[in-house]
């Protein structure tokens, strides 16, 4: 993978001094910019799903699935890691139903409830009174709009 990531900068800083240095004819600049966004946007994603201390969804239909989806990983992770690394389970159930409040409240926000989704949550293992607990950190969602309709007629 990282040498993929690697290809894919190397891509850039071409398009990126290529742009800076008017080596692109002006018909092309266009589309070569929107290439340069396309690549940045594939390595935020490659970098947002290889991280470590995450809980991931598939792609699901909307975001009540993807929610769903994620409740499911969260608590087969929570049950492993209070095996593995004594982690509370109450305190932890707590933290999760604080995040997923904020994380539907975000999504009805951004009115992306209907839309595909793909939902990577990263976590940390916090430490409180002697207790050790799974503490969300973040909520990256991954959603996917139409981007065009295509029309074959027979």
Wanted: net charge negative; glycine share 4%; hydrophobic share 35%.
């Amino acid at each position: 993978m990282e040498e993929l990531k690697e290809v894919f900068r190397k891509c850039l800083e071409e398009i990126d001094s290529g742009i800076k240095e008017s080596k692109f004819p002006e018909v092309a600049r266009i589309y070569i910019e929107r290439l340069g966004r396309s690549i940045r946007d594939t390595l935020s994603v490659i970098d947002t799903v290889m991280k470590e201390n995450t809980i991931q969804t598939g792609i699901s239909p909307s975001s009540r699935s993807a929610i769903y989806n994620l409740r499911r990983a969260f608590y087969a992770t929570l049950s492993r890691l209070s095996e593995e690394k004594g982690i509370d389970k109450d305190r932890s159930t707590e933290e999760w139903k604080n995040a997923v409040s904020k994380m539907i409240e975000f999504i009805n926000k951004e009115g992306i409830s209907e839309a595909p989704m793909k939902i990577v949550l990263t976590y940390d293992i916090a430490e409180e009174n002697g207790k050790k607990y799974v503490k969300p950190e973040r909520a990256e969602i991954l959603f996917f709009e139409l981007e065009g309709v295509k029309t074959l007629t027979f």
